[in-house]
């Protein structure tokens, strides 16, 4: 299930509104608003969520202390971050997504469809039973995204190699923490971004959050914390 | 961290002008770490209560401050600070939360809400059925279900922590309150499929 988020700027706009406001008293009917309200109250209210404040108090400190660090890094990986180009791909793509959405392509997209669904079936039923492994703190905090390098034409994502993975996914957020792109089907520890090849999605110049997670067969193994990238 | 003059009694407001006047000079860098400092244990909080796990809250709050950090050039004034962070904090927990299926929800398997089938969460898969559950929350329930059913389903909040939010103190809490949401619900959207 996916229900519609507030953006920030949306619910900050909401709750900035006086009571009488129309669009307040049409927000304050809906239950996700309401819900919304209740829990900005108790976030509010961050002691209630542990039982010791000097707990809350040193955890704060090492959240603010990891952030300060990742700004840190991220000022340095900006200074070295290569110029903009153009992206001759994104135009190709759009004809082609324009192409594949001709009424007269729906028939054949359909069987398509059909031929993949049954491949899916067929795969999943000759294959053992997956061995999922939830990840665990020392194997969670051993597994690195390193900050970006600087190459010519872009950037390098590389993380810690994880000796049962059978390939790696990354996924980009953007600023509205939605899933901006993401990258399959890695079987070595790193990613090449070039300006000029982006995947769709992806802002050039823009700030994104990055995150690699290693599978096998299919399955995560492990994810990495997120890391502030700024592409090429 | 430094810290900018006066940024204990400065607004959120203040000092987020101050870092849109200044955002590559040591007042703007600073003025954002004040804010940092002041939002760190509401964000660590609010994603601790989402995932119960101090480690992985510690990156969730990591990741939110980051993400205001990014967002302050484009902050309007016109709204609530403090609802504007906590929609970036709490989507973010929310998109980890929805990505970690195998704990997603320990009470799942004891709770009744969530128990039979089908239930709201299924209700909202569909659009047109989506629609429909929207029109009977609107029609059917309270605004205490109404709140009390969203925080379940969408927000995957815990029965204990849903009866603290609503400020409710019978013996039965949001459990009470829920499951008479859900007959509603259930009621309403069997009318709903039998005039279809």
């Given at each position: 299930m996916t229900p519609e988020r507030y953006t920030p700027d949306e619910f900050a706009r909401l709750m900035a509104l006086p009571d009488g406001h129309p669009d307040r008293q049409s927000a304050e009917q809906s239950a996700q608003f309401r819900a919304w309200r209740l829990m900005l109250r108790e976030f509010e209210?961050?002691?209630?969520?542990?039982?010791?404040p000097s707990e809350l108090e040193s955890a704060a400190r090492e959240v603010e202390a990891r952030v300060a660090r990742a700004l840190t890094a991220r000022a340095a990986a900006g200074a070295e971050a290569p110029r903009h180009r153009t992206v001759p791909h994104r135009a190709l793509v759009a004809s082609l997504v324009a192409w594949f959405r001709r009424p007269a392509m729906r028939p054949a997209l359909a069987v398509v469809a059909v031929v993949l669904v049954a491949g899916v079936a067929l795969w999943s039923s000759t294959r053992g039973p997956a061995t999922r492994a939830v990840r665990g703190p020392s194997e969670a905090s051993s597994f690195v995204l390193n900050a970006p390098r600087a190459v010519p034409g872009g950037i390098e994502l590389t993380w810690t190699p994880v000796p049962d993975a059978e390939a790696y996914r990354v996924v980009f957020y953007g600023t509205d923490l939605q899933e901006s792109a993401r990258v399959d089907g890695?079987?070595?520890p790193g990613l090449l971004l070039h300006a000029d090849a982006l995947p769709a999605g992806l802002p050039h110049g823009g700030h994104v959050m990055a995150e690699v997670t290693a599978l096998r067969h299919g399955d995560p193994i492990v994810t990495s914390a997120s890391r502030l990238v700024r592409l090429p | 961290m430094s810290k900018p003059p006066h940024s204990d009694s400065a607004s959120d407001e203040e000092l987020v002008r101050e870092y849109q006047d200044d955002s590559d000079g040591p007042r703007g860098r600073a003025a954002a770490e004040a804010l940092v400092s002041r939002w760190s244990a509401r964000a660590f909080a609010w994603a601790y209560r989402v995932v119960r796990e101090r480690e992985q809250a510690m990156d969730l709050a990591q990741d939110a401050l980051l993400q205001m950090y990014e967002a302050l050039p484009r902050y309007e004034a016109r709204g609530r600070f403090p609802a504007w962070i906590f929609t970036i904090v709490h989507n973010r927990c929310m998109s980890a939360v929805r990505r970690?299926?195998?704990?997603?929800?320990?009470e799942l398997d004891t709770d009744e809400l969530a128990a039979r089938d089908p239930g709201p969460d299924e209700w909202f898969e569909g659009t047109e059925q989506r629609g429909r559950l929207t029109e009977a929350m609107q029609n059917d329930l309270d605004t205490n279900e109404r709140a009390a059913i969203w925080l379940r389903?969408?927000?995957?909040?815990?029965v204990e922590d849903i009866t603290r939010l609503l400020g409710l103190d019978g013996a039965s809490g949001a459990r009470g309150v829920l499951q008479s949401a859900r007959r509603k619900l259930r009621a309403a959207m069997t009318r709903a499929a039998g005039d279809a």
């Open positions: 209210q961050p002691e209630a969520a542990l039982a010791s890695l079987t070595r | 970690r299926p195998l704990t997603r929800d320990p389903v969408c927000e995957e909040m815990s």
